[in-house]
Every structure is written in structure tokens, then in C-alpha cells.
């Protein structure tokens, strides 16, 4: 039997502190204690659905929060023992860590790195201090800095640098001098994301007070990012997502190829055997019963399933395969949407080249207005 391959991810839904922007299922003021028991629950989780996964080889673990650079080493080391016995893993698997600079100090990323942590997400965000204040950030720029010099010199090669942009008070000037440093760092990737307000958080309710960035100065500087990275060795392989040559996020590809993953946790979600489910947010709910039947569960049917297709891999710069799609949905994708398609390539939003479709630069920047015209509403697929 074929085995193919797919992503597990952990949400690790503990953080010291809630930034002003963030809308991710997370928790404070929790003990050791309640780490361990949340430990156990994910335990519990892979063992309930690790038969159905007995035919598929997992070659990314992701580690994402909350903040999981705040669970104790021993506890992250029993989370990937556990999963690598029931699991197959493969042995040289991306297993990446999001980390924040004010959670682990160079022992303790030491340590992560020996049980087999490879890959670093780093929530750095911005080197500005003033910035972080305003995303109610815990560390300094001078404390991420330091971050990512221990990160390295405790091992770590792969290390991924988040940053955002359209924060308040950010300028053209501000952003340029973070990725200077950055730069000057060289991590193997970097995320460059815009800051969304998001309803229910400390930024949305004060949005109309902020000195937040004109759509001109926003656009500046995503130019600017684009241009500083490119000049510097960085594909920009995705719309928001930067690596050196073969430093892509292999776990995000899993995602970005429509490739099947599982997830473990509260809000984790699930892509396996055709169908999308995911676990709810009451924690207490999680730790009582672990392998409760999913809050949310879909059977995607074809026009979803296509759309979302179509969706994910244009986001990245190596778009789409004609033949693939044909072969997986049975039309012709140029045939079922051939206006679209032409109206793009005319503006300069979609390119074709040796039977795949992509966006170019300027469609990535207008990437919502482009993935809009496959909806399934507005086509019969």
C-alpha cells in the first residue's frame, strides 16, 4: 500500500501574557500542573486516532499556540516520544517550535534542541520597541535579539523570524530598520504577516485612537519588505513567507498543497480522509475528554474541495498544476474558468507558464481580489 505523507500539529494554548492583537485560542495564569494535565490529554487524543493513521507517514511535527516555548522540556519531550510511538515519523521530520523571546533562555533552548526540536518560529514581530508596546508584547527588541543569537548557538540552523507589519506608529523608516536587524541575523525564513484587528481584542476596541498606518504607508511598506528580502537571498515562495533555498516550511506546505494533516489539542483542527473536523475551545471540556466527538466536523464535496485546491496553491509562487487539477476533478480548469483566468493574465495579476497558473508579484498583492472569482457560488463546479 502507498503511504503518503502529512503533517501532525500540537496547540499548545498556554502564554505568559495575551497580546493586544491576538485572537488564537489561548490561556494565562496556568500552573506546571495544568501543563501536564494538558500533556496527558493530547496523549490520550493521538492514542484514540492513531489506528486511522496506521498507513500514513508524518514527515512534519508543529508545535503552535499559544506559546509552547512555555511548556517544561520534559513535557515536550513525552509529547513527541508519545508520537513518535504511534505514529510513523520519519527520521529526519521538520519539528518545529513556536517560541517567544521572554519563554526560554539558552539552557532551555539547549535542551529543546537535544530531544529533537529542529526548527524555530520566532514571534519577534517587531524590533521597534515602541511597536511592541503597542502589540503588548513582554520582550524588548534587545531581548529578541538576544533570542535569536542563543537560538543558534544552542544549535538550532532553522529558524524561522515572524514579523508584522501595519502596527501603530510603524512608518516605512521603523519597518526597514527591524528587518535591517533581522537581516543582519539571516534566520532561513521569515514571515512577514499584516496586522488584522480582530474583534474582541485590546486593539480592535481602540482602533479609532491608534496611529495606525495609511493604506500608503502600508503598501510602502510591504514594497519595501518585498525588496530588502528579495535583494538578500529570500524567495518569496508564499504570499506571506520568505526562505532561502530549501528552508521552506515543510509543515506549512502540507497546508498550503491541500496535503492531509491531524491535529491535536483545543481549536486544532484536522484535514484526513476527505473530511475537516476540529476540537472546541472550552479547555475543561478537552482535559475531562480528550476524544470527545469533534465540535466541528465537514464532509468537503467536490466544489469545496476544488476551490480550496485552487485557493491554497496559489498562494504560493509555484502555483498550480493544470494537469493535476484535471486529473483530480476531471475538467479542465482553463475550460471551467476561462474568462477569470484570461482577465488576469491581462492585467498582470496571473501568469502561465509550462501548464501551471501562479499569481505574479502584483497578484499576490491583490490576492483576495483574485482568489474571489473561483468561488464555487460563482461557478457550477
Known amino acids: 500500500m502507498t503511504m503518503s505523507k502529512a503533517g501532525l500539529y500540537f496547540h499548545i494554548p498556554f502564554c505568559l501574557k495575551k497580546c493586544a492583537y491576538c485572537d488564537f485560542c489561548s490561556f494565562t495564569g496556568k500552573t506546571d500542573g495544568d501543563m501536564r494535565r494538558y500533556a496527558s490529554a493530547l496523549v490520550k487524543e493521538m492514542e484514540h486516532y492513531a489506528k486511522q493513521a496506521e498507513n500514513t507517514v508524518f514527515d512534519t511535527v508543529f508545535f503552535g499556540g499559544g506559546t509552547p516555548s512555555l511548556l517544561p522540556t520534559d513535557v515536550i519531550a513525552h509529547i513527541l516520544n508519545k508520537a513518535n510511538t504511534l505514529f510513523s515519523i520519519e527520521k529526519d521530520a521538520e519539528i518545529t517550535l513556536e517560541a517567544n523571546p521572554a519563554t526560554a533562555d539558552f539552557e532551555k533552548l539547549s535542551a529543546l534542541r537535544r530531544i529533537g526540536i529542529n526548527r ?36 538550532f540552523e532553522n529558524i524561522n523570524v515572524d514579523l508584522m507589519y501595519g502596527i501603530p506608529a510603524q512608518t516605512e523608516a521603523s519597518a526597514r530598520e527591524t528587518l535591517s536587524r533581522v537581516l543582519d541575523f539571516a534566520p532561513s525564513h521569515i514571515s512577514a504577516y499584516s496586522l488584522m484587528l480582530e474583534k474582541g481584542t485590546p486593539l480592535y476596541r481602540q482602533r479609532e485612537e491608534l496611529p495606525l498606518p495609511t493604506e500608503e504607508d502600508e503598501d510602502a511598506i510591504d514594497a519595501t519588505v518585498r525588496d530588502m528580502l528579495r535583494a538578500n537571498g529570500y524567495e518569496h515562495y508564499e504570499i506571506s513567507n520568505y526562505a532561502r533555498p530549501g528552508m521552506e516550511s515543510r509543515h506549512n506546505l502540507h497546508y498550503w498543497r491541500s496535503d492531509e494533516y491531524l491535529g491535536f489539542g483545543v481549536t486544532a483542527y484536522s484535514f484526513f480522509n476527505g473530511a475537516r473536523y476540529g476540537n472546541g475551545a472550552d479547555l475543561a471540556a478537552y482535559l475531562a475528554d480528550p476524544t470527545a466527538s469533534p465540535a466541528d466536523c465537514e464532509v468537503l464535496e467536490e466544489d469545496a474541495l476544488a476551490y480550496e485546491w485552487i485557493m491554497l496553491r496559489l498562494r504560493l509562487k509555484e502555483g498550480l498544476s493544470l494537469p493535476e487539477y484535471r486529473a483530480r476533478f476531471g475538467v479542465d480548469l482553463k475550460v471551467r474558468y476561462q474568462a477569470e483566468i484570461e482577465s488576469f493574465i491581462a492585467a498582470g495579476l496571473m501568469r502561465e507558464e509550462r501548464e501551471r497558473i501562479s499569481l505574479t508579484e502584483s497578484g499576490f498583492r491583490l490576492s483576495n481580489t483574485v482568489l474571489v472569482a473561483f468561488l464555487p457560488d460563482e461557478k457550477n463546479c
Open 120 to 155: 524555530l518560529s520566532v514571534g519577534v514581530q517587531s524590533l521597534v520597541d515602541r511597536e511592541l508596546a503597542f502589540l503588548g508584547r513582554l520582550h524588548t527588541s534587545r531581548d529578541a535579539l538576544d533570542f535569536l543569537h542563543a537560538s543558534r548557538q544552542a544549535g
